[in-house]
């Protein structure tokens, strides 16, 4: 099992900046990837980054340019770091890690964009 803690969500203004952090109760060098998810009221939960077991990380065009997916193996952290936010970007945002087989969620980090 792993249990995933998101933490670093807020009230910024538009052109702010955040920084999430999920930190993982286990080692996270061995999972196959990690996953920043979000959900925005009255939406579906949308997939916004990920970064593999390799370092490869891939973005969803929505936030590609804004966003960067990072991690530090030592802590057993992933990271997110999200530049010149917009109002759109308001959701919750989850943390999930693919350990190869189960897949497991933190409880998410409230994001608001404020305009």
């Known amino acids: 099992q792993v249990q995933l803690v998101e933490s670093g969500g807020g009230l910024v203004q538009a052109g702010g900046s955040l920084r999430l952090s999920c930190a993982a109760s286990?080692?996270?060098?061995?999972?196959?990837?990690m996953d920043w998810y979000r959900q925005a009221p009255g939406k579906q939960r949308e997939w916004v980054a990920h970064?593999?077991?390799?370092?490869?990380?891939a973005y969803a065009d929505s936030v590609n340019g804004r966003f960067t997916i990072s991690r530090d193996n030592a802590k057993n952290t992933v990271y997110l770091q999200m530049n010149s936010l917009k109002p759109e970007d308001t959701a919750v945002y989850y943390c999930?890690?693919?350990?190869?087989?189960?897949?497991?969620w933190g409880q998410g980090t409230q994001v608001t964009v404020s305009s």
């Open positions: 286990r080692s996270i060098s061995s999972l196959n990837r």
């Open positions: 970064i593999t077991s390799d370092g490869t990380t």
């Open positions: 999930r890690a693919d350990t190869w087989g189960p897949v497991y």
